[in-house]
């Protein structure tokens, strides 16, 4: 391990600027760390993002040497290995400054992907028993631990190519609404998944599975949805 | 572009189902125009057909067979991700025997060739 790394960090918002800095190495030390370190140490102006620092809040993340992360949770020896880093903001997404990226298109997505729970109106007042063991419970188990971090739409190609795509975690969020069983908003969302920018655009690349800091796999859930629009349009629902 | 955000199996995977994919669709209208040859008769046919005896052609059919035979293994990893339950848990198997498919038929078909 040398004594110091060498980071180069995306500036400003052109894409065109990037500052290099000589940190520090210690042990044990994280993407954010070392980041932390540049703007306490080296150039206050620096505008980077974050709060929990131990991969509970996802607002860290980060490209990291071209692969999207939460730098928080991305010790240095494992993403920098001939101790160089290159820090840039999250693709697909609008640069505020620095390494800070506008989320707002982002969830945007969500709400355009009808990932809002909306109550039956036959629920009745008493609590709706969901047994942990259904296929449905068990559908949305795996795939409602997402925090919203942007790293799987900041490695999604096609949210690159095509950026009206409503991306894997909009997609992710409305599968496991398609299967809460308390929800009355069935139509609308698999009408809102089933266009031109919902799950039928996903090329199955697994960028965002490949990338999810917390192993979800938005491509299933994509993989679900055609298939419960597929269901919904033989039954005519669709 | 290869960026480091897409050096994993399932992106390799997709791009040599595309690129394969984009062969077969510009092979398909020359293989028609080869077949259209026989409307000028057999002995335009034959004549055509006198090329496949060429090393290059042969080497370009196993480029071929080889485009077939991925193409259509990397479509059963497409019905795999859409159909069977955690795909994401396989991705490096289901590829790896994807490109051996292809591949393995490739080599068949070139030692028919040459046998």
């Known amino acids: 391990m040398s004594d110091t790394l060498s980071v180069s960090v995306h500036r400003g918002t052109s894409g065109a600027r990037f500052d290099r800095f000589e940190v520090p190495r210690l042990p044990a030390q994280t993407v954010l760390d070392v980041v932390t370190w540049i703007q306490r140490e080296a150039d206050p102006t620096l505008a980077y993002r974050f709060a929990c620092r131990v991969g ?3 607002s860290c993340a980060m490209t990291v040497n071209g692969r999207p992360r939460w730098t928080c949770r991305t010790r240095v020896e494992t993403a920098a290995r001939d101790g160089r880093l290159t820090l840039e903001p999250l693709r697909n997404l609008p640069v505020v400054k620095d390494l800070v990226v506008d989320m707002a298109p982002f969830f945007a997505k969500w709400v355009k992907a009808e990932g809002v729970f909306t109550p039956r109106a036959d629920l009745g007042a008493d609590f709706a028993v969901v047994p942990p063991a259904s296929p ?10 997402c925090i919203g971090c942007g790293v799987c739409y900041s490695a999604c190609d096609v949210v690159a190519w095509q950026p009206g795509y409503l991306g894997p ?8 609404l398609v299967n809460d069983v308390r929800d009355g908003g069935q139509v609308a969302r698999l009408a809102a998944v089933a266009s ?7 090329h199955s690349h697994g960028s965002c599975t490949q990338h999810c800091p917390k192993a979800l796999s938005p491509t299933a859930s994509i993989a679900g949805l055609k298939r419960a629009v597929l269901r919904a349009a033989l039954r005519g629902e669709a | 572009m290869m960026r480091a955000h897409r050096n994993h199996a399932g992106w390799w995977a997709a791009l040599l189902h595309r690129l394969s994919g984009l062969a077969l669709a510009i092979f ?10 026989a409307l000028g008769g057999a002995d335009a046919l034959d004549r055509f057909l006198d090329l496949t005896a060429s090393p290059l052609v042969k080497l370009a059919e196993t480029g071929l067979v080889l485009a077939l035979a991925l193409h259509l293994a990397l479509g059963l990893r497409v019905l795999h991700v859409e159909f069977l339950p955690r795909p994401e848990s396989r991705t490096r198997t289901v590829v790896a025997a994807c490109f051996g498919i292809g591949i393995a038929v490739a080599l068949l078909f070139a030692l028919n060739l040459t046998a």
């Open chain 1, 56 to 58: 509970m809040c996802g």
């Open chain 1, 136 to 145: 449905a419970r068990a559908a949305a188990d795996a795939a409602v631990e």
């Open chain 1, 169 to 176: 975690a909009a997609l992710n969020r409305s599968w496991t």
């Open chain 1, 196 to 202: 031109d920018a919902g799950c039928h655009a996903c």
């Open chain 2, 28 to 37: 398909l209208p020359l293989h028609f125009l080869a077949l259209g040859t």
